[in-house]
Each structure stands twice: as structure tokens, then as C-alpha cells.
């Protein structure tokens, strides 16, 4: 049981190349979120997939898309990277609303992160 | 947004309990309080969630007072294990029925001394 897991661990993207992010989770969790954390700081909702089939804006969604591919794979994806998009991203899941984990419905499992650098 | 606001930074003795303190006075009234730890180059990790009253666990307490603007973790006789980056954010319904979004603040950072 891996839980959740990221690919690549690291990248480094010129200005205006594109990628995707890659993360799947075991836990059999219908739903999944795409964050990013810069230096010193909190981390910031991206996107969000509530289930399969699904997928919502979360706080800062511009420059990226995702794809939820199906139960287990939500993807990230930098079409034009940019130096702003420089950071940590992290993968994660959770059972959804009404169907809670042993901590509590609020209770969302990370993944190691992967860490973007933009030149 | 339902962002949180925390100490920055905190020192403590191994042994000793930590009460790490956290302000949310956007919480709405569905919202509920959640506490993360975050070790360096790893993702954060789950620690308890409540929504008023006191909750406890087999790690922590975590106090939340009437109103709801305010919260605290506290964290029993603390080793240097313990040493991390602490986050309090606002678990908010996404959908009607699914997803549980967490909106973070910047952390406090815990520092455990023998």
C-alpha cells in the first residue's frame, strides 16, 4: 500500500515548455487535489477533483489544467511554464464528504511532492 | 478565503507540553479546524480535526472555544521528533458531494531543544 504517489520528484522547465504531473493514490479515495507550496509559505489549492469525473478550480488555477483519469490518477498539467510556477507540488486524497476515514472527513493524504524549478 | 493566522515560529524544551495557537476569524459556519504537521521535503500529515468543544486523540488536543475564531493544539510532553512546521487550515465542503478543501495558513514552526 503506497498511498499516494508523485512523478517526477524533480523537474527543471525553461520558460514556455510545457509538462505533466503525474500522481495516483491506492487508497481507493474518491477524491483528489493538486496544491502547490512556495518558500515559507502555506500551501495553495490549485485544482480539485471531488470524483471521477470531476474536476473544480481551486484558489489558484491559472496557468494549469488537470485531468482526472480516472479513480486512482489526477494529472497536472504546465502548458506554457512560467518563473511564477517555480515551487513544491503536492498530490492528495481523501475519502469524500459523508464517507469519512478514520480521522474525519477532513483528513487528506499527501503525497511526497514534486519540486518545479522554472528558468 | 478562510485563511489562518499562526506564530511563526516557537521554541520548546523536550519533555514539555505545546500549545500552538491558531486564528480564523473567517470561519464560516459549516467550516470545520484541522491540524497538520509538515517535516521538511515531505508532504503534511493529518493530525486531528474538530469542529467546536475539545477533541482528543492518541497525539493531541486540540480546544476550540464558542465562537469559533480561535483554536489550539496542544501536544503532550513533546521530543525532538516533534520538531515541525505545524498548519491549521479551514476544512470546507467543495461540492454538495465530494470534496473536503483545506485552505492553509503559512505554519508554525516548532523547534524541540534537548
Known amino acids: 500500500n503506497a498511498g499516494v504517489t508523485q512523478t517526477p520528484k524533480f523537474q527543471v522547465l525553461k520558460t514556455g515548455q510545457s509538462m505533466t504531473l503525474q500522481c495516483a493514490q491506492d487508497?481507493?479515495?474518491?477524491?483528489m487535489y493538486w496544491y502547490r507550496q512556495d518558500p515559507g509559505m502555506g500551501l495553495r489549492l490549485i485544482y480539485y477533483?471531488?470524483?471521477?469525473?470531476?474536476?473544480d478550480k481551486g484558489e489558484v488555477p491559472n496557468g494549469y489544467n488537470v485531468s482526472r483519469l480516472n479513480k486512482r490518477e489526477f494529472s497536472l498539467r504546465l502548458e506554457s511554464a512560467a518563473p511564477s510556477q517555480t515551487s513544491v507540488y503536492f498530490c492528495?486524497?481523501?475519502?469524500?464528504?459523508?464517507?469519512?476515514?478514520?480521522?474525519?472527513?477532513?483528513?487528506?493524504?499527501f503525497g511526497p511532492g514534486t519540486r518545479l524549478t522554472v528558468t | 478565503l478562510a485563511k489562518t493566522t499562526q506564530p511563526i515560529s516557537m521554541d520548546s524544551y523536550e519533555g514539555q507540553e505545546v500549545n500552538i495557537t491558531c486564528s480564523h476569524n473567517?470561519?464560516?459556519?459549516?467550516?470545520?479546524i484541522t491540524w497538520y504537521q509538515q517535516f521538511p521535503s515531505q508532504g503534511p500529515r493529518f493530525i486531528i480535526q474538530?469542529?467546536?468543544t475539545k477533541v482528543t486523540n492518541e497525539v493531541a488536543s486540540l480546544f476550540i472555544p464558542a465562537d469559533r475564531k480561535s483554536s489550539t493544539l496542544s501536544l503532550p510532553r513533546v521530543s525532538l521528533s516533534d520538531t515541525a512546521v505545524y498548519y491549521c487550515?479551514?476544512?470546507?465542503?467543495?461540492?454538495?458531494?465530494?470534496?473536503?478543501?483545506?485552505?492553509f495558513g503559512t505554519g508554525t514552526r516548532l523547534t524541540v531543544i534537548p
Open positions: 492528495a486524497s481523501s475519502e469524500a464528504w459523508g464517507l469519512t476515514g478514520t480521522g474525519g472527513a477532513y483528513e487528506q493524504y
Open positions: 487508497m481507493n479515495h474518491n477524491s
Open positions: 477533483s471531488a470524483s471521477e469525473g470531476t474536476t
Open positions: 473567517n470561519i464560516a459556519t459549516n467550516d470545520y
Open positions: 474538530g469542529y467546536k
Open positions: 487550515p479551514v476544512g470546507r465542503r467543495g461540492r454538495e458531494t465530494g470534496a473536503n478543501n483545506l485552505f
